[in-house]
């Protein structure tokens, strides 16, 4: 599914985004422009043609959004999705990124264990902690064009099983006790109805043709693969996507809004602020079912993500 507006018929105030690249493979900063429902449909094709290109994009100074203005906006861009497949929201669509549930510390791409991979996402900043909290992003693609033609030719062939049962969060960092039984309450939840699926390792992503590595912290195993296997293969090719030339880092202030194309990337929240809370809104948008370099599509192996979005 492409990112087509929700909502065409949006008013249009002025407005003149001014796209400013951060890295050589990945991230822009978008400045001119005031996030909201209201926004002209030309700013809307600049940050589509943006992320599109950059793969994740930054916007300061958005204090003015709330959870309201930051959905009208989203809509703009896309379908929101329910807030997420098993954990609970703040109403229909957002979900808070709250350090005292959960501590998101590991490489992975948005809910690869459903079938439909939201396409992107909307994060807010509402609650910083004094240090740190930063975040990082990795482009799957460069990642899969920098590749040594055995690996890709390797790649190309692999599926690979993606399950919310493996919980990336399991390994954050424990603060204290009282963080400790929230962050247990909140496994217990993430992992309250089981999803599997199968997904091609290399994924044609379906706007720019593009083909990106379907990899992160979900990937149980390969299919045809036992663990030992899979375990050695998956860190050969999760390494290529991490490499430093593939990053953006991001540290964020109060009203910060960060947009990733979440079927080319690869984000990391570094778990670097001790005990202070750190809390951002985020909106999923809805995606598509993976499409492998053969034309095959991702299979369901278990569970039906229909409740959170359509396809």
């Known amino acids: 599914m492409t990112l087509q507006a929700d909502n065409a018929t949006a008013p249009a105030p002025s407005s003149s985004p001014t796209v400013v690249q951060l890295g050589g493979r990945i991230g822009a900063r978008v400045d001119g422009v005031r996030l909201g429902p209201d926004l002209a449909p030309d700013a809307v094709a600049t940050i589509r043609a943006a992320l599109l290109k950059h793969k994740v994009i930054f916007f300061r100074e958005q204090r003015h959004l709330d959870d309201?203005?930051?959905?009208?906006?989203?809509?703009?861009?896309?379908?929101?999705?329910?807030?997420?497949?098993?954990?609970?929201?703040?109403?229909?669509?957002?979900?808070?990124?709250?350090?005292?549930?959960?501590?998101?510390?590991?490489?992975?791409?948005?809910?690869?264990?459903?079938?439909?991979?939201?396409?992107?996402?909307?994060?807010?900043?509402?609650?910083?902690?004094?240090?740190?909290?930063?975040?990082?992003?990795?482009?799957?693609?460069?990642?899969?064009?920098?590749?040594?033609?055995?690996?890709?030719?390797?790649?190309?062939?692999?599926?690979?099983?993606?399950?919310?049962?493996?919980?990336?969060?399991?390994?954050?960092?424990?603060?204290?006790?009282?963080?400790?039984?929230?962050?247990?309450?909140?496994?217990?939840?993430?992992?309250?109805?089981?999803?599997?699926?199968?997904?091609?390792?290399?994924?044609?992503?379906?706007?720019?043709?593009?083909?990106?590595?379907?990899?992160?912290?979900?990937?149980?195993?390969?299919?045809?693969?036992?663990t030992k296997e899979s375990h050695a293969l998956f860190h050969v090719l999760q390494d290529r996507v991490i490499r430093l030339e593939n990053t953006v880092r991001w540290s964020w202030a109060p009203g910060d809004v960060a947009i990733w194309d979440n079927r080319a990337t690869q984000h990391y929240a570094v778990s670097d602020y001790d005990n202070h809370r750190r809390l951002l809104h985020r909106i999923t948008l809805a995606g598509d079912v993976p499409v492998g370099i053969d034309g095959g599509r991702s299979i369901i192996r278990k569970g039906d993500a229909a409740h959170f979005s359509t396809v």
Do not use: C, M
């Open 68 to 226: 309201d203005g930051q959905l009208g906006f989203a809509r703009l861009l896309g379908k929101p999705t329910a807030a997420h497949p098993t954990v609970r929201g703040s109403g229909t669509h957002i979900l808070p990124i709250n350090s005292e549930r959960s501590r998101a510390d590991s490489w992975h791409t948005d809910v690869t264990f459903v079938d439909r991979v939201p396409a992107a996402s909307i994060l807010r900043a509402i609650h910083l902690p004094p240090y740190g909290g930063t975040t990082t992003w990795a482009n799957t693609v460069a990642a899969y064009e920098a590749l040594p033609v055995p690996l890709k030719n390797l790649a190309d062939q692999l599926w690979a099983v993606h399950t919310n049962a493996y919980d990336y969060a399991a390994e954050a960092e424990v603060v204290s006790d009282e963080i400790d039984e929230q962050l247990a309450a909140y496994r217990e939840e993430f992992r309250s109805t089981v999803f599997e699926t199968e997904h091609p390792v290399v994924r044609v992503h379906p706007e720019t043709g593009e083909r990106a590595l379907l990899l992160g912290q979900f990937v149980r195993d390969f299919v045809g693969l036992n």
